[in-house]
């Protein structure tokens, strides 16, 4: 990397991995620059951003909340641009170094897949994106010169592991997972789940999606076909473990039986960092380990039966096409009739499977048929809650 400042969009810069960008930022405002930010509705946050970090664009996504939100505060050097046109106009700009991807869901993959075909680097949190279309999207990255860099810590520590041994030695990956707040329920106490407890994580503060989504472990269901299509993996050599401390990111084992590991203290700002400052490494605000403490770290392997998401993950790596964006929109619509309390905790990963076992399947889909079954699958998710 060039010892000049890097110039970055935030798509997102509202949810908890946008904030956290920004606090790296600020903390290395020498190396980094914010140049466009982006909402939806949260549009006060986005104006008290600006002042903060006076970048060129920011850009309001929903465009009812953009009419209705006070603009006044906003710094003159900074412009005002409304709904999906500008976001990807501000993602196109030449003066942009890196796209943070940091928007929740299926929302997340026009900005990503715009800042790919730009051939900008894009540092990847939206993790649907490569959910719904990896290899759609890795071959546009690679058509148009685009890096993707991990931001999800397991995805992260894989990346950064994978540079102690040459690829073709590569045995397997293991992604370990906190196994959320009911790693230890059982299934009578999982069926009686409340919102309040599933958004409650014991390691981790996220957005309300994503936690939802670790308390069930389709999580970790959705990193095993991220790292399928990011890493270039087969399924098979994906694996999954327990680690209910969060200090574990994830680890590589080569073909001689060493395995390497990345480890530090729960924190995105430091896999944020990372992809943000690659090859380098830089000082930063991320936790460090006090190494005058004394640590205890279990690892176990995950109970398929409690939580079945994990084999949905795997049977979707495997069988690829139609079926990511299938689940990935399922998903989606299950965990918000969840949060409006219209289905239990349990019923989620069965209506997923369900809406999954019923699609028509298709091996090679185009972006657009992509989207097309996304909006079919939520759909068909509120079919089978009966609304
Ligand atoms: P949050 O819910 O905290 O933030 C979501 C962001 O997306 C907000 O800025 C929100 O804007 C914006 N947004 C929501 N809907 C839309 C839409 N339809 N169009 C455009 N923008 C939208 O999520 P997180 O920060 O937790 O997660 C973001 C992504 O990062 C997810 O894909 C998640 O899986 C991934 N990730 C998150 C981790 C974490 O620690 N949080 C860890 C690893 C991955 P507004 O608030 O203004 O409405
Ligand atoms: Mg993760």
Redesign the pocket.
Known sequence: MSRSIRRIVI??????????TLEVVAASRDRLSVIGL??????Q??VDQARQFSPQWVV???EQ?AAEADWSGLPSETQLLVG?DG?RRVVSEAAVDIVV?????S??LT?AWHAVQNGKTLAL?????LVMAGPLVMAEAARCGATILP???EHSAVFQTLHAGRREDLKRVILTASGGPFRQYSQQQLEQVTVQEALNHPT????????V?SATMM?KA?EIIEARWLFGLEPDQIDVVIHPQSMIHSLVEFRDGSVVAQLSPPD?RL?IQYALTYPERMDGPATRFDWSRNFSWEIFPPDKTRFPALELGHEVARRGGTSGAVLNAANEAAVEAFLAGKIRFPDIVPACRSVLEHHHFDPSPSLDELWKLDAWARREIATWIGI
């Open positions: 798509l997102g810069s509202t949810g908890s991995i946008g904030r956290s982006t909402a939806h509705r949260s549009c946050r986005l309001a996504t929903d909340a999906l976001l991807a940091a928007i929740v869901g929302a997340g900005g949190a939206n993790k649907e994106t931001v999800d810590s981790w503060t996220m957005g309300p999606k994503i936690t989504d999580n959705l995105m896999p």
